[in-house]
């Protein structure tokens, strides 16, 4: 099925552990971009591409580092996990420009112990 | 900055009740608005959306109006069911290609049967 492909659905890492998650599209997106969800925070953007090769941050980029080196993939890494990134991850795409809207991913939701 | 406020709840309602969801928004440009819906488990999917000033969006029952001289997209539904029990976000976007979302805090809504 077309759409947004997060994987894994659930990671326990422990304090200092590095990893990385993975996001993939299908519908040929220029822009895609990370978010983290909190309780009552809605979604804080952590990293955003607005094409292979382009990326940068938003919100909350501490810890996270994110590459795009292909359209369809936009892989983000925590370096050093800390348990301030307990948290669950969306990745979202869309082809751009205002009110087109995104696509998300199912999330992943990560804890760190 | 560019921000959405949105009433937290939670909130608890009764089928068939009348449901309204406040929303207000600051910008420093000329925003898109959105309503995207969180079900249990999953990820965020767009519910509706206006792009201009008195502008109305609406999908699956649920209607919001742009209101530009009180910067408000108030969501409503006129008779909610036991399967709008969600989380409700508020978001914004604004002009220029590839701009990121401005989300709000989320709301829930529970629907009593």
């Known amino acids: 099925n077309a759409g947004v492909t997060q994987t894994p659905k659930f990671q326990v890492l422990k304090t200092g552990q590095s990893m990385t998650l993975q996001c993939a599209q299908d519908m040929n997106h220029e822009y895609m971009s990370w978010y983290r969800q909190d309780p009552g925070m809605g979604l804080r953007l952590i990293h955003y591409s607005v094409g292979a090769g382009i990326t940068d941050q938003g919100e909350v980029p501490n810890g996270y580092n994110v590459s795009r080196s292909t359209t369809e993939d936009f892989p983000l890494r925590l370096l050093s996990a800390a348990p301030s990134q307990t948290s669950v991850y969306f990745c979202?795409?869309?082809?751009?420009?205002?009110?087109?809207?995104?696509?998300f991913g199912s999330g992943t939701r990560l804890t760190v112990v | 900055g560019d921000s959405v406020t949105q009433m937290e709840g939670p909130v608890t309602l009764s089928e068939e009740a009348f449901l309204t969801i406040n929303c207000t928004y600051t910008a420093t440009g000329y925003p898109s608005l959105f309503w995207y819906v969180q079900y249990p488990g999953e990820g965020l999917q767009l519910l509706l959306k206006a792009t201009k000033a008195d502008d109305k969006g609406s999908n699956k029952g649920f209607e919001a109006t742009y209101r530009k001289e009180t910067t408000s997209f108030h969501l409503e539904k006129g008779s909610v069911q036991v399967s709008d029990s969600a989380v409700y976000f508020c978001?914004?976007?604004?002009?220029?290609?590839?701009?990121?979302?401005?989300f709000g805090p989320g709301t829930r809504l529970s629907v009593l049967p």
């Open positions: 979202a795409s869309s082809y751009g420009g205002q009110g087109h809207g995104y696509t």
């Open positions: 978001a914004l976007t604004l002009r220029g290609y590839g701009q990121n979302f401005v």
